[in-house]
């Protein structure tokens, strides 16, 4: 049986939020369609994504789904995303945080690259897992830090600001840094990372080792452990 094809349709009013819509989406290699000519069809397999209300109104019953998203949030793209494949959610959110000079930050949903970042400091950092956080529809949500340096200490502060219902660990890096064989399946996540990564070494080897951790189970950080005296 032939699955589903469907195409995300974009219509967004606002200059800002459509480009940095757009930015997302082409980073990730998403594929999307912009009506840009009163000859564009819409067709009834299609996803729309928009910021109009009248648009909504206009398609909701006309095409498989329409996700109106006024305040242009993360969340609802990224079920528009999911509806090309007809999911709600994601199983697993897997964020691995590489803790070296700067945070290296990845972003896995069901193994699938995401998200990617170079943080400086730790009130940043907590903004931005938050906001990965709330932001993408997953069953299960972990955050994983490698636990060399101040690994530990990121551990606890995240796992003070980010609440219940997410799974904080500490990863073992032993094997995050590549040293001549390179893993292919990293390599792959890797090669879909465009235009957000220079040709330094350093960070291609600091996105590498945040990849390894995102993938790999650690420890649990459970919150008490630091303040218990016994």
Not at 131 to 154: F, H, N, S
Not at 211 to 229: M, N, S
Request: net charge positive; charged share 25%.
């Amino acid at each position: 049986m032939c699955c589903i094809i469907r195409r995300l349709v974009i219509i967004i009013y606002d200059p800002k939020r459509y480009m940095n819509t757009v930015k997302l989406l082409r980073a990730r290699g998403i594929q999307y369609n912009v009506p840009d000519s009163p000859n564009f069809k819409i067709l009834a397999n299609d996803v729309i994504y928009t910021d109009s209300i009248d648009v909504f109104r206009i398609f909701r019953d006309k095409v498989a789904k329409v996700f109106y998203d006024p305040k242009g949030t993360r969340y609802v793209l990224e079920k528009a995303i999911l509806a090309l494949k007809d999911k709600k959610a994601y199983n697993l959110l897997s964020i691995g945080i590489d803790p070296g000079g700067r945070y290296t930050v990845i972003a896995l949903a069901d193994g699938e690259l995401i998200d990617w970042n170079h943080i400086s400091d730790m009130d940043s950092l907590g903004k931005h897992v938050s906001d990965l956080l709330a932001g993408i529809p997953a069953k299960e949500k972990v955050v994983r830090i490698g636990i060399g340096g101040r690994g530990l200490e990121v551990a606890y502060a995240l796992r003070k600001i980010v609440g219940e219902g997410v799974t904080i660990e500490v990863v073992d890096e032993v094997g995050s840094t590549p040293h001549g064989y390179r893993n292919p399946f990293i390599e792959r996540i890797l090669s879909n990372i465009r235009n957000n990564i220079n040709n330094s070494i350093t960070r291609k080897r600091d996105l590498y080792a945040a990849i390894i951790i995102a993938l790999k189970q650690g420890f649990p950080v459970d919150i008490y452990v630091e303040d218990r005296t016994e």
